[in-house]
């Protein structure tokens, strides 16, 4: 039960391209502030095959419901009150996308009536991925420029934090991601350079369309989601995954560049041998590190950015301060 006399508990899930959260928060309706009660992750590969066939398979959907089925139970035995799930670039490309969501409410709502995933718009998801990437940084040390970098699609979003509420300045989605880039193009193992050419150019031509995002308004760039977690484990040499050594890490983009080229060049099993490295992220990190490579020369080095925080908090935990939020009226 909830530990105060006041206080919620919320679930929020978000199901991406590649995985699958769940996140359950303790909170007091109309105050700031959330505490985790648990985090779950799975790999579920929810896009898979998608940007070539334009349908989620069965086998990705039966993964999603047999994940989504788990977190359910999970909320329900932890007393949750309220549950928001999220679902982004997979779904929103989908030809049956009508049976994913018929899926979610099936599922959800055997204990929690009404509920079923929800495909938010690009301004509310940017909101949510902001909130939640800074909700533990010190307005002060704004503006940030907050980068979600998925399986499906990449967020980069340029606000700052006035009287605790998110002022947005510029945000862009961009359909490029470690998933979509990797079945795009990188079918080699380990890729070909002329793989990695043609993977440069393909987010060269993405990153142009987020000429419009003031960056070099941004003091702080913050990267969130699991390429990044990762990339930081990595980069701190951790010879596991350690989330309170990840969540506010500072890198330099040098040093993540570092990393990024010794991941591109890797093979599946090389990556898979990684301490930090979750198994079913080998296969794509390589196209997330091209990704953050591109980010970092083409975008925010240019922008007078010369490192790199990264955050355990993403769009997740936006999502949960949302639920909260609604729960206060």
Not at 50 to 62: F, M, N, P
Not at 137 to 157: Q, W
Not at 252 to 261: H, N, Q, S, T, Y
Request: with cysteine; hydrophobic share 45%.
């Amino acid at each position: 039960m909830p530990g105060g006399v006041d206080s919620v508990r919320v679930g929020a899930v978000d199901c991406g391209t590649n995985s699958i959260r769940l996140l359950v928060a303790e909170g007091i309706p109309g105050e700031a502030g959330l505490t985790d009660v648990t985090r779950e992750m799975r790999i579920i590969r929810l896009g898979e095959g998608v940007d070539g066939t334009g349908r989620l398979s069965d086998g990705a959907l039966s993964r999603c419901r047999t994940a989504l089925t788990d977190y359910t139970a999970t909320m329900a035995e932890l007393g949750v009150q309220s549950v928001r799930m999220v679902a982004t670039s997979a779904t929103r490309d989908a030809r049956n996308k009508d049976e994913f969501f018929g899926m979610t409410a099936e599922v959800l709502g055997k204990h929690f009536p009404g509920a079923q995933a929800e495909v938010i718009s690009g301004q509310t998801e940017a909101e949510l991925t902001f909130a939640g990437g800074v909700s533990d940084l010190s307005p002060a040390d704004g503006p940030f420029v907050v980068t979600d970098l998925g399986g499906g699609s990449t967020e980069i979003v340029v606000g700052e934090l006035v009287g605790g509420e998110v002022r947005l300045l510029g945000a862009r989605s961009l359909d490029i991601g470690c998933v979509r880039i990797t079945e795009r193009v990188l079918h080699s193992d380990p890729p070909t350079a002329a793989e990695i050419v043609e993977a440069r150019a393909v987010i060269a031509a993405a990153l142009a369309e987020a000429g419009d995002v003031p960056v070099g308004r941004a003091a702080r760039w913050v990267g969130v989601a699991g390429t990044f977690t990762t990339l930081s484990a990595l980069a701190q040499e951790l010879g596991e995954y350690d989330p309170e050594r990840i969540h506010s890490s500072v890198i330099p983009l040098e040093r993540m560049r570092e990393v990024c080229g010794g991941l591109v060049v890797s093979t599946v099993a090389e990556r898979r041998a990684l301490g930090p490295m979750h198994p079913g992220r080998a296969d794509v990190i390589g196209g997330g590190a091209i990704v953050v490579q591109a980010l970092c020369d083409e975008m925010f080095e240019r922008a007078g950015l010369s490192e790199l925080t990264v955050s355990e908090k993403d769009i997740l935990d936006g999502i949960a301060m949302s639920v909260l939020a609604r729960l206060a009226g």
